[in-house]
């Protein structure tokens, strides 16, 4: 149903809608007409009193129990054979690009009509006619998601004075009372009953009496005790019996006739919305005229003789008035006199284009008589301005396509339904067939309830979803189709349902639009599935929110945490708003553009039982199938679902890389290194001293110099007006050392003086002696720099600012990559490979026995994610996963791996080991010499770590960033926690210019401004404790250790 739109939507068939549906027909716009009753044709009704009890359904909620057709409730004996009855209306979304992305981009249509959580048909114009309790239910519903109604709804409820009474025992010719089949073809037509109201008398006190035909098959006993009282009190039930009996034994029973009374009541009840039973209250209107109607009840008895049974209510009426009154302004009323609903929404009175209402629930008052003619008169007026309405609105539309594509192009689907609606030859067959092809579809649906509960930014939320999968979809089931790594349409689907978020609303928060997606493929990432939920939640206040949802399995250590990453759903919340008009003062729950939050939902193993025990669908079983197999292959066979990943085309030429000059330089140790400067291009501005920036890089991988990226930290600074340096130092791959240590960088590499040959020292042969510098490092480089200025081998007063990314003076791994360090691994390795200590990233035909065996113990190792690549399983199997793959692109990925790490320098492991096993800096020797100077450190200070965290801890930065506050309260000292980053896609990824870069720039000017001070808000707390996607390193050790004594073995036999 998601699919169809139209250009007007009728809500119910009464005399509202049925009056405005053919006018709307005969003016040419395509119709849907929603009714939640069935046709009835001739041999449909009920010819005796069991019958008419098998076709309702009858509940009597306080016991608990129910009797009648299941079909009659839940299926109305809809004509399309599925459940029609409309439940609730929401607005398009329009003018926002998130929301826009759960909305089926073939539609453009203003309104969406619900009948339930998950099927929705679309139209530009919706015309309630439900009838009083209909409309105003749809209406309250409608306002719990968001639709902003006057707070008039439910006020000004009249039952136009009604009351109905039952004379039996009447000797009088009444003829007001049904035949049967046998008597139908007896009894002449002069002599058969009339009609449904066959006279009438008006009182001149003010309320009318209408006689009433009752069929055969009606119950009427409910009229002779069950549910009234009688008048006379002596033996009216005894009557009603004997005259029962009479009438099954085929004798001449008296004759009978029901009496309606209509006339004039307070109109003060009203209709209210029951939140907990979703069941609508009525609160009748006051009836002053009820003494008077019962008296002249009774006179019309004792004219006609016999009994007059009486209902035990006040009021019993089949001509319900108001809810949605219709008035000059909101304050008065829910809708204006042309039937348009009011939008509350601003300062100003305003309504809801597009949003009718016609029927009954208009008419503010009591009529005294039959309201037939009133609510058909009403209905006439009201089509007349709806009809000009929708085709002004199709003359704008039919404009603007001409202003913007030059054209006239009607919607397919529109004009579909309009040639369907202006055809002659159409008839019931054809819609019959229409109905059985939408059956046939939704049985191949799975439909199943999943309710999550967890924390979202530290506070509890619950989700209440129900999932709808393979929402229209045909496809042919087969065994194979999940094995050739293409996304599957079976495992897609809509969601409904709503949320529990006190934090953001007390009332619950209703899911408007949601998809999710139970095989998401990230080509960048071809060894985990995903699966993707999306989620637009509308509150009551008219706010909306978008709730995305993520759950990553990785084939870590085989199924080790399969239970746990299929039922973890990270989620993230944020607060939606318009871009083409301003959302009005009051609608919204707190400044939307401030909520961002993020979160972990999960189900519990009792809910997950649940989950299946609700499972409903002829194919659940194939889709439990697939969905098992999908997760078979993630996490037990491990073959890829991207065997060939698509490459994102990227022309290195469009923009020019800036030209550089490269500096080699000789240390004081012997070694070779180099660096690379890229001069200040642009005009420096006046009264502000820029100062040149260095770069130092991790462990053997280029992170500033980028030649496939449009966007590096390099180009980022050049084109900022800074003087750009990276230093390749002896841990580069083109200086690969086969024996030095993290202290030697620091000491050798880095440091300024009139005699020592470093990058800073050539820096300064430029700049002059006292020029200072801002560094910004990664890694081993923040360790190096740390080490250099701690070691009192770079003075602090060169140093404008220091910016350090995943690393300081501290060095706090995760638990999986600290359980290898604690092993005897590198120790072993350095056995093995002996005097050659770098070892080259592809396979080489001239490697040593020694660095094969290595190379092949490495890729053995676990790692969060793998790869398709050769060279980035090695890489990742000495450090670990130093980046999220779905955060870079596949032209860096690439590069990295094919022609920048060419060669791997081991031989600073043992130092880095110590490091890692102290989480601080020590020498290699593992003594504690630098931490104790935090004198040295008189420098400002901005410390970076990844929110998702991997290889590196943000306590790293946590704990420098106390160190540097306590030590040097007078310098200003920043930390930022930058949430979807890992390790040194902080500085490679795609998106690193935008939510890395900025943080950079920002502390060197302020630096260069002479803000020395911090601010308060400038600091992204952390408790210390989160450590991300870490995983148990119980698994971990116990893997790492077996293949320790395999290596030992190994040795051992070599030796």
Known sequence: MGNESYDVIVVGSGYGGSVAACRLSMAGASVCLIEKGKQWGAQDFPTNSFNILAASKVEFRKWGLGFGSDKALFQAGCFVKTESEVDYIIKSAQGNDEENKCSDKKQHRRWQVYF?????????????????????????????????????????????????????????????????????????????????????????????????????????????????????????????????????????ASQAMVLNVMGYDSCDGRITLDKEANKIRCTHAHDPLLPQKIKALQSITKRLGGMLFMSRYRSTSVHLLGGCNAASDPLNGVCSPKGMVFDVSGDQPAVHEGLYVCDASLIPCSVGINPVLTITTAAEYISKHLVQDVLNFRNRVQQNDVITTGSIELDSTMHSKTSMTNNKSFDVKELQSHCQNQTERDSKNVTFKENLKGLIGGMPCLAYLVVKMNLGHKIAISKNDINKGDEHPFLKGKVGGYVVFQAINNEPLYIIDGEVDMLAINDRTPYTQYMHYRLVLASVSGSRYLLEGKKVMNPYILAAYAWKESRTLHVSFKGLTKKDDKIPKGCQDHDQQDIDLKGELQPSAFELLKTLISMRGNQKRQFLCLLLQSLWRTYITQIPWEAEPRCRSFDMNNKTYPPSILHELKTGDGCLISCQQWRNQNTWKSGVQRYPVLLLNGHSAESFCLPTEPTDLVRTLVEQGYETWVLQSRVHPQHASNNFTIEDIGKFDIPAGDSIHAVITKIQELHGLNSKIHVIAHCVGGLSIHIALLGGHVSAAHIASLSCVNSSMFFKLTTSALVKMRLPLIPVSMAILGKNKTISMFEEPDDSFRHWLVKSATRLIPRHERCTLSECNLFSGIFGNTFWHENVSYSIHQWLNKQNVTKLPLSAFPHLQKICISGFIVDPKGRNKYLIHPERMAVPTLYVSGGRTLLVTPETTFLAHKYMKLHQPKFKHKRVVIDGFGHSDLLIGEDAHKKVFPHFLSHIRSVEEGVTMERKDSLLLWDGTHDGDERLGAVNYFLCLMMLLVLAILVFLMF
């Open 116 to 252: 339930d959580s998950l099927e929705h048909v679309s139209a530009d114009f919706i015309v309630l006619s439900a009838g009083v309790l209909g409309t105003t239910k749809i209406l309250f519903q409608s306002e719990r998601r968001g639709l902003n109604l006057s707070s008039r709804l439910g006020y000004g409820f009249s039952c136009n004075g009604n009351n109905v009474a039952y004379i039996a025992g009447s000797q009088a010719p009444l003829n007001a009372y049904g035949l049967d089949k046998r008597q139908f073809t007896k009894i002449p037509l002069q002599n058969r009953p009339g009609p449904t109201i066959t006279s009438s008398y008006t009182s001149s006190l003010g309320f009318t009496v209408q006689t009433g035909v009752l069929p055969t098959s009606y119950p009427y006993m409910l009229f002779k005790g069950i549910t009234t009282y009688g008048w006379p009190n002596s033996s009216w039930f005894l009557h009603g019996l004997i005259d029962k009996v009479k009438h099954l034994m085929g004798l001449k």
